[in-house]
Structure formats: structure tokens, C-alpha cells
């Protein structure tokens, strides 16, 4: 017998990081296509509004490459493993969000308006705003999980931040919904957009500790496991919290938001559909009885479901009825399959909303079907990387927060894209990164930056094992 030294133990290394490329010149690459696309609708509507290219448009291309581009160098150093996904379309979104805004300001209609303000330059600035928000997310909150000893602090700062619109003097009453609060020097704020935000992580700290309570179930009925009696505690609270929310604000779309955000939570922590059905059935209880006494709510319901007569009456100047549900589907409806172009539409006629409620008309009618399939799937694909955040998150608490921010987002998106398109009742709601607002745009910067955090703590490479030295030593032995 004879005994060799093993030639590929002579040449043992370390083992390399294990896990996902940073993929960040992937981000940068598309980050490119985000800006151009913007400024080439940019200069579209210039084009077919004045017959020559805006003179603003170079200022509004270093604008946004600039804010897109502070984003990747930070997301490249703070969140080099984040997902190179969702950076490049919240910028493309907000990017044609500008363009909207900026091809309605144009309008010599709304111009003539007493109460209209030119929008795209204050867009401009809430956006900046936002993606500085997203910076700081990045910078300071260097690992998510910190937020979880944050569960009831958050419940209460949500609580605080949805009754500040009824304090006395602080809050505002607009167009019939209570949903604002005035700070001097700043003009009106939403608070609701930032405690979709706060209310998740309280969510998802509570369902960590809860979920296994949540998920026992004590019968069954008609195939669905009831969950006991003292374990509805929780979803019986946020449902009148919710129903309390529609009643002193009139909020619609605040309130099932945020119980729609919570059910989806509740039936990922305990995967019981018995909590679907109790949602659903809930949330339809609570908006049919307030709807039954709610003027506001019930104005609502009345040009969903009869759009065209809401719009006579408001012809012959009867109060309290609006003709905005009706010029939105007509401005649907001659958009056709590929639009009218950009500049060529005339969804000036809804009048003050055109440029937050009702901004997606403007791209119905001025992109066609084709254009608003395309905005939907770039919605979709964000909702989509949160949702595989969620999975990839190594947490339980990750998993929560990353799904309640994305279905948070998705629901968002399906109530005012169904309000606008007569699906269900109009709910006052922003569409997330087209529509003019500073609270929306601002808060859902902030949502990003907490999904690509967790998407980068999600795939960050585990650390490389340490090398044996032994390792060259070893002897095999032959016969």
C-alpha cells in the first residue's frame, strides 16, 4: 500500500459568498429607459400642444435622471443586494405622473379656472421630497427587523395620524371628505398615506406574536374552519376602527384600504380562508350601513351606478351632484385601443380633479387601452417583487410587512383604478405615483425604500464559510 498526497487538497480555498448577483448595472440600465421614456412623452405633448419642443424639457430631464440616479448610487451602497425591479419603475410611474400633470397645467380651460394653481412644479418638488424620504429609509433603517420592537408604538402613531383630519382647526374638509389637515407654510397633508405604512408594521409585529392563537380554530362550517369567539378580538377592532374611519372622515377608500390590508395579513399569518370570507363580509356589512345614512357615501353610490344622470343633473346645476364619473368614462371611451396621442385629449373637461382623482382618464383617453394595460403591468410588477420579497424574506416579520406593504399597494391601485373606470364607487383616493399629491407620492417613495430594504437583507449572500488549514494536510490512501 502506498499513500499519495491528494493533488486537489494541495489547492482548498475558501469557499465564495453564496447568493443572488447585486444586480445593480442591471438597475442602472433600466433606470436609463425610465428617464428617457418620460421625457420623450415630455416632448410629445410639447410637440402637440405648441408644434415645438418645451423649453423646460432639459431641466425636466436632469430632474429626474437626477433623482433616479441619487436613488441607484445610494441603493448601491446602502442596499447593494436590493431588487434592481422596483427603483426603475417608481421612477418611470412618477415620471409620467410629471408628464400628466404638466400636459393638464397646459390647459387654457383649467387655466381659466378660479381655483387653478399650476401642479407640475410642485409635483416636481414632492417627488424630490419623496426620494429623499427613500434615501433616508435606506441609510438609517439598516435592518427592518428593528421596526418590530416598534408593534405597539406604531399602532398608536397610526391611530394618532388617521384622527388628526378631526381635530378642530387643524383638519380639512374637502369636497365632502374630512381626510386633510392644514400646516401653515406647507398647505394640506393626508395623513392616511403614512399610516397605511405605520398600521402595517404594527400589523405585522402582532401577527408574529398572534398568528398561532389566530390560526386555531374550534368548528367547522360549510367546509370553512371558524376561528373561536375571543380570538375575532383583533379583526373585530380594526373593522371599527375602519367603519368609525368612513363615518367621521367619509373616507371609503381609507377604510378598506386598511381592513383589506389587514385581512390579507391575517390570512397569510394563519392561511385560513375563514378570514377572507369574514372580511369580505364585514367590510360589505359596514359600507352598506353607513351608506344607508352617509349623504357623501351615498352621492358616491349614486354616480356609480348611475353615472349619466348624475351628469344631467349637474348640467342643470342641481347641488351635490357631479358630472366627473361620466366625462371619465367618455374620456375612456374615445381614447379607443391606442389613444388619441399625447397632447391631442380632452380630459381638461373633468375639470379640478382631472390631475389627482382623475389622472387616469387622461392616460385612457391620450394612450388608449394599449397605454393603460402598459400602466397596469408596470403596477403589477411592483406588487409582484414585493410579493417576492415576501417570499425570499428570511423572517417571519419581513414576510408580514413585505406582503402588507405590496397588497396594501395593490389595493390601492385596484380602488382607484375601478373607482375612475366605474368598476365599484369612487373613493377619493390617489393613484400611487401618477396622480398630483405630495402625501401620496411621498409616503409611497417611503413604501419602496422599506420593500428594497428587506428585499436586500432577502439576498444578501450568507457569509463565506471559514477556510480549514488543515485541509491541505489531509492524506488519501490508495491500496
Known sequence: MSSTTNPSAQHTSTIGAIGAPSRRNTELALLVFAVVIPVFAYANVGLALNDEIPAGLLSYGLGLGLMGGVGHLVVRKFAPYADPLMLPLATLLNGLGLVAIW??????????????????PRQLLYSALGVALF??????????????????????????L???PLVPGLGQNVFGARIWIKIPGLGTIQPGEFAKIVLAVFFAGYLVVKRDALALASRRFMGLYLPRGRDLGPIIVVWAISILILVFETDLGTSLLFFGMFVIMLYVATERTSWI??????????AVAVASFEPHVQQRVQAWLDPMNEYKLSQKGILGHTE????????????GTLGSGWGQGHSDLIGFASNSDFILATFGEELGLAGIMALLLLYALIVERGARTALAAR?????????GLSGAFALQVFVVAGGVMGLIPLTGMTMPFLAYGGSSVIANWALIGILLRISDTARRPAPAPVSNPDAEMTQVVRP
Open 103 to 120: 400636459r393638464l397645467d397646459q390647459s387654457e380651460r383649467l387655466q381659466a379656472s378660479r381655483v387653478f394653481v399650476e401642479a407640475a
Open 135 to 160: 434615501v433616508a429609509v435606506l441609510v438609517f433603517l439598516k435592518d427592518h427587523r428593528v421596526l418590530q420592537r416598534y408593534t405597539y408604538i406604531s399602532m398608536a402613531g397610526a391611530l394618532i
Open 162 to 164: 388617521l384622527l388628526l
Open 277 to 286: 370570507l369574514f372580511g369580505l363580509l364585514m367590510s360589505a356589512g359596514g
Open 324 to 335: 366627473q364619473s361620466m366625462q371619465a368614462l367618455w374620456a375612456f371611451g374615445s381614447g
Open 395 to 403: 423572517d417571519p416579520f419581513g414576510k408580514l410587512l413585505a406582503i
